[in-house]
């Protein structure tokens, strides 16, 4: 033997097997099966085998660790367990060394070996599960394998999951609860525990067991961590592989409080898209919602992601229709009332999802006081966040604002009112959606129009013709331009000699050729229908810009413009102002 094999031999013997060999104790068996999962990493052949045979030392391993400090002469079966796991190592050892040297005899007979190596290791697992199971191992004799910090490599973290699936499988109620908190701590921090746990998979079988725990604390543990998966759409399809909804449902039907809002949760992810729709209803899974919801709870942890389900299921048409068999709509629209801001939201959204597309239901909403329950969120008397108020504005344009017979339902609330109030007073989100929404609602009818002008709509979007934004602007220059249609409303913005000056003024040819002018110049047009109206576009001081546009041939409008103002009454006047 040459001198550097002989070396070589050495070191590897300092942690051979057979060092071991005359123990049995415990801490012993847990360090020479670490060995063994270091080495297997630099097996190169009969790579699946050794990673079965990997993940049964994994889970020997921490079953152990959590039994350390537990004196294994005090159960037999225990001290009996452990020789029988120590000779199984020391021959798996031999084969990793075997399979990393390249030096067994022939490929067949190594499968078989590592076979029946992988069998005895299931039946070592399966026994030292069988005798924690019996209530052996007790939370006060577990060891806590500390989390690997951020950035650690997979094995480690798998390792670690190891570790937590060994616990929630053998370890008493307080053992399973730490473990499932560590576990949910877990993937909170670091989403890439969740490949993790999908990839050993039978976490997640466990995972959905626990939800019908007769222990409502691991119940509730268990629906925390399953619900953070189905925050993935990835891994969604493992989840209800595993058979989740029915469980949920049942959790939703008898849980805790605590396991009802990680459940419902947990299905408002679960069904973003309508394909487990059917699963949900066929466990009764809409009858139990709406009970929830109809039950009027006084907090919004369980009502509003109870409402997101429900929020998910009415794009299936049959599923829609029993919810309106059941009073769905009365029940949300008394939730709309509802003092809880994420209650409203929900509730809110509920009724345009189950009312878009369909005449009939929101003929109902608005037949059962939708509308009106909508609208007090807008009332600027009521104390909501400027967010709910968005909602709710959106959700009238919605549903309102493609009947004429809606329409004049709003105007008769005081909806014009409202959307003046926060076009002049809100926050700048709300005043931006209050202009968006004051645009629609002028484009809607003649009535429209006419109760905007009586609410002073004019001055206010005559102030946002100078906006930064020029989509504000435009919205602005195109209501107007709308409004002033009306000879009532024409008359009212003429009588302001600052209008027309700042409309002029904005048709500078320097600024660019911005599209809005061209809504400035039809504004223009409709006020030279009346005299007045002629009269201050040609005596201001920014008339000129009208011609300027004209002969750069920058907007055929313009030309429009100039014609009509030229007639015989005024051609004189023009051409002392154009001229001079």
Not at 228 to 246: E, N
Not at 343 to 354: A, G, T
Not at 504 to 527: A, W
Request: aromatic share 6%; proline share 2%; hydrophobic share 40%.
């Amino acid at each position: 033997m040459g001198e550097e094999e002989g070396d070589r031999k050495s070191t590897a013997d300092q942690d051979s097997p057979e060092s071991f060999a005359g123990g049995s104790c415990i801490p012993q068996v847990v360090k020479l099966i670490f060995s063994l999962i270091s080495l297997s990493h630099s097996v190169r052949v009969f790579v699946a085998k050794w990673q079965l045979i990997r993940n049964k030392l994994e889970e020997l391993h921490s079953g152990l660790i959590a039994a350390e400090n537990c004196d294994s002469g005090e159960n037999p079966s225990l001290s009996g367990l452990v020789p029988a796991i120590l000779t199984t190592v020391n021959d798996c050892h031999d084969l990793a060394r075997r399979c990393v040297d390249l030096s067994y005899s022939g490929k067949l007979l190594m499968q078989s070996d590592l076979d029946v190596s992988f069998a005895r290791l299931t039946c070592h697992a399966k026994k030292l599960s069988e005798i924690y199971s019996a209530g052996i191992l007790t939370h006060k004799y577990a060891l806590v394998v500390s989390r690997p910090s951020l950035g650690a490599c997979k094995d480690d973290m798998r390792f670690y999951m190891r570790d937590l699936l060994t616990r929630m499988k053998i370890g008493d109620v307080e053992m399973k609860r730490q473990a499932l908190i560590n576990l949910h701590e877990a993937v909170i921090e670091d989403e890439k525990y969740v490949k993790v746990i999908v990839e050993i998979g039978e976490i997640v079988h466990l995972l959905v067991s626990f939800l019908d725990s007769p222990e409502m604390e691991i119940q509730e543990e268990s629906a925390k961590v399953l619900s953070v998966i189905a925050g993935f759409d990835s891994y969604r399809g493992v989840l209800i592989a595993s058979g989740i909804i029915a469980p949920l449902i049942r959790v939703l039907e008898c849980g805790s409080e605590s396991g009802r809002i990680g459940s419902s949760r947990c299905l408002m992810k679960l069904t973003f898209n309508s394909d487990n729709a059917w699963s949900v209803s066929a466990h009764g899974g809409v009858t139990c919602l709406l009970k929830i919801c109809s039950n009027g709870e006084p907090k919004g942890e369980l009502v509003g992601p109870a409402c997101g389900v429900l929020r998910n299921l009415v794009g299936v048409e049959e599923i829609k229709r029993f919810m309106v068999e059941e009073g769905a709509v009365s029940t949300f629209i008394r939730l709309v009332k509802s003092r809880d801001e994420a209650i409203q939201v929900n509730s809110i959204q509920f009724i345009q999802s189950i009312a878009s597309g369909d005449e009939q239901i929101r003929q109902m909403v608005i037949r059962e006081g939708g509308i009106r329950a909508i609208l007090r969120i807008l009332d600027p008397k009521w104390s909501c966040s400027s967010k709910t108020r968005e909602i709710g504005m959106r959700a009238i344009e919605n549903l309102c604002f493609s009947s004429s017979s809606s329409l004049s339902l709003l105007m008769s609330y005081g909806f014009v009112d409202q959307l003046m109030y926060y076009i002049r007073n809100g926050e700048v989100s709300i005043q931006e959606l209050a202009l968006k929404v004051a645009f629609r609602f002028c484009g809607t009818s003649e009535e429209a129009k006419k109760a905007m002008g009586n609410a002073g709509f004019m001055p206010e979007l005559v102030k946002f013709l100078n906006a930064k934004s020029f989509e504000v602007r435009e919205m602005a220059a195109e209501s107007l331009a709308a409004m002033v249609m009306v000879p009532k409303n024409r008359k009212k913005f003429v009588q302001d000699d600052q209008n027309i000056a700042l409309l002029l003024q904005l048709l500078d040819p320097e600024e660019g050729n911005s599209s809005h002018k061209k809504f400035l110049i039809s504004i223009l047009m409709s006020l030279t229908s009346c005299n007045s109206g002629r009269k201050k576009i040609v005596s201001s001081g920014y008339a000129k810009n009208i011609e300027k546009l004209a002969e750069a041939e920058v907007s055929s409008d313009a030309k429009r413009l100039v014609r009509k103002l030229s007639t015989n009454r005024f051609r004189s006047m023009l051409s002392g102002i154009w001229h001079s």
